[in-house]
């Protein structure tokens, strides 16, 4: 579903009690920007108690005052995961039945048209008295290998993409130096082995 008007949020529910999988992109078609997140985007969420997963566009780099400045931009690229992996970490913390939690990253680089997915995983994970929920993102084509910044990049030494350095648990694992340059074609082929190998 595509939508500029967040009250569609609380209509959703009552149209579609059942609902199972909701996607919803907040995209300006002409101007290309996504609404921000909001937390009380929660209290609606939570109205959808048949939710397994949820895929929102919305926006976090307003807030953080952090745009992307180029193509190839690691550092801001594990920025923007980060905020993100929050951003799932408060809606599955919410959404105790939601198992997956993806957001669409609209204006990646420098193409405005330019998107990727950010998909987060809930594994349940019984200790001595609760069952924990952890939030862990599946590995994307620039995570498992560390970064040297490119010409015109970023002024930092080095972006660590390395699974063991990057927050939280990510499915995965790291690229060995024998492996294939790393693009933004072969998001959607790494995106669906991580998938197949669950």
Same mark, same amino acid.
């Given at each position: 579903?595509?939508?500029?008007?967040?009250?569609?949020?609380?209509?959703? =529910?009552?149209?579609?009690?059942?609902?199972?999988?909701?996607?919803?992109?907040?995209?300006?078609?002409?101007?290309?920007?996504?609404?921000?997140?909001?937390?009380?985007?929660?209290?609606?969420?939570?109205?959808?108690?048949?939710?397994?997963?949820?895929?929102? #566009?919305?926006?976090?780099?307003?807030?953080?005052?952090?745009?992307?400045?180029?193509?190839?931009?690691?550092?801001?690229?594990?920025?923007?995961?980060?905020?993100?992996?929050?951003?799932?970490?408060?809606?599955?913390? #919410?959404?105790?039945?939601?198992?997956?939690?993806?957001?669409?990253?609209?204006?990646?680089?420098?193409?405005?048209?330019?998107?990727?997915?950010?998909?987060?995983?809930?594994?349940?994970? =019984?200790?001595?008295?609760?069952?924990?929920?952890?939030?862990?993102?599946?590995?994307?084509?620039?995570?498992?290998?560390?970064?040297?910044?490119?010409?015109?990049?970023?002024?930092?030494?080095?972006?660590?993409?390395?699974?063991?350095?990057? =927050?939280?648990?990510?499915?995965?694992?790291?690229?060995?130096?024998?492996?294939?340059?790393?693009?933004?074609?072969?998001?959607?082929?790494?995106?669906?082995?991580?998938?197949?190998?669950?």
């Amino acid at each position: 579903m595509s939508s500029f008007d967040e009250s569609v949020l609380d209509l959703i =529910p009552t149209l579609f009690p059942d609902l199972t999988i909701l996607a919803i992109q907040w995209i300006d078609g002409n101007k290309r920007f996504s609404l921000p997140w909001k937390d009380r985007y929660i209290f609606s969420l939570l109205k959808d108690k048949n939710l397994v997963e949820l895929t929102l #566009s919305n926006d976090f780099k307003q807030a953080a005052s952090d745009p992307c400045r180029g193509d190839n931009q690691f550092a801001w690229l594990l920025r923007s995961y980060t905020r993100r992996l929050e951003g799932a970490r408060l809606v599955c913390q #919410s959404l105790t039945w939601l198992r997956q939690c993806n957001w669409l990253q609209v204006c990646v680089g420098a193409n405005p048209t330019t998107t990727m997915l950010h998909p987060f995983n809930v594994e349940e994970r =019984p200790n001595s008295r609760t069952i924990d929920r952890v939030v862990r993102g599946l590995r994307q084509w620039w995570m498992g290998t560390n970064h040297e910044p490119f010409s015109g990049g970023e002024k930092i030494e080095l972006t660590m993409a390395k699974l063991e350095f990057l =927050p939280g648990e990510v499915i995965g694992e790291d690229y060995s130096d024998s492996e294939r340059e790393l693009d933004y074609d072969s998001d959607s082929d790494e995106l669906q082995r991580n998938l197949r190998n669950l």
